[in-house]
């Protein structure tokens, strides 16, 4: 059996070759750890608890399991739904905050990663269910924003109507 070491592997790195940004996948299918390293595992090899999606740019994987601390921060400002939020993992300690700093990554403390649009729904789903952790705040503020945004946007977003426990929860009414 493998050990899984890291929170993150992505499919891909990014490389720079003259002067221009590449994606760069291992040829024979193997992940890379820390977004640079190659590795041994296979996507097929992960745990069913580490969640597809699209992290710093790269195609990967991030454990759901082991998760200490989650804080969920809505960009309020933009006619987008999730896309420009962000939600802070810590996998050690809780998350802390500084309030006389400025700007997120000077802000908090203890974050491990952070992600943002439809991959921090993706992502909670799995938390709830590998790290036990009570995620029913953060799904009330993004149900808030969801709510916020016909009234914010209406042109964009007129008949917008998004349940944020119902999506949550459809995993578990479809496993029954």
């Known amino acids: 059996m493998k050990r899984f070491r890291k929170n993150l592997y992505t499919i891909e790195k990014i490389v720079w070759v003259r002067h221009q940004m590449q994606y760069i996948q291992d040829k024979d299918g193997y992940?890379?750890?820390?977004?640079?390293?190659?590795?041994?595992?296979?996507?097929?090899?992960?745990?069913?608890?580490?969640?597809?999606?699209?992290?710093?740019?790269?195609?990967?994987?991030?454990?759901?399991?082991?998760?200490?601390?989650?804080?969920?921060?809505?960009?309020?400002?933009?006619?987008?739904?999730?896309?420009?939020?962000?939600?802070?993992?810590?996998?050690?300690?809780?998350?802390?905050?500084v309030p006389d700093r400025e700007g997120i990554w000077e802000r908090y403390t203890g974050v491990d990663v952070h992600i943002s649009g439809n991959e921090i729904l993706w992502f909670l789903k799995a938390v709830r269910k590998?790290?036990?952790?009570?995620?029913?705040?953060i799904a009330g503020q993004i149900q808030e924003k969801a709510d916020l945004l016909p009234q914010k946007h209406p042109r964009e977003f007129k008949d917008?109507?998004?349940?944020?426990?119902?999506?949550?929860d459809q995993e578990e009414k479809d496993a029954e």
């Open 31 to 97: 992940l890379f750890s820390d977004m640079v390293y190659p590795t041994k595992i296979k996507p097929e090899d992960l745990p069913e608890w580490y969640v597809y999606g699209r992290y710093y740019k790269r195609w990967g994987y991030l454990s759901a399991k082991g998760v200490a601390d989650l804080k969920y921060i809505p960009n309020l400002w933009v006619n987008h739904f999730l896309k420009d939020d962000i939600l802070l993992i810590s996998y050690h300690e809780p998350i802390g905050e």
């Open 130 to 137: 590998y790290s036990g952790i009570d995620i029913s705040g």
């Open 160 to 168: 917008f109507r998004f349940d944020v426990q119902a999506y949550l």
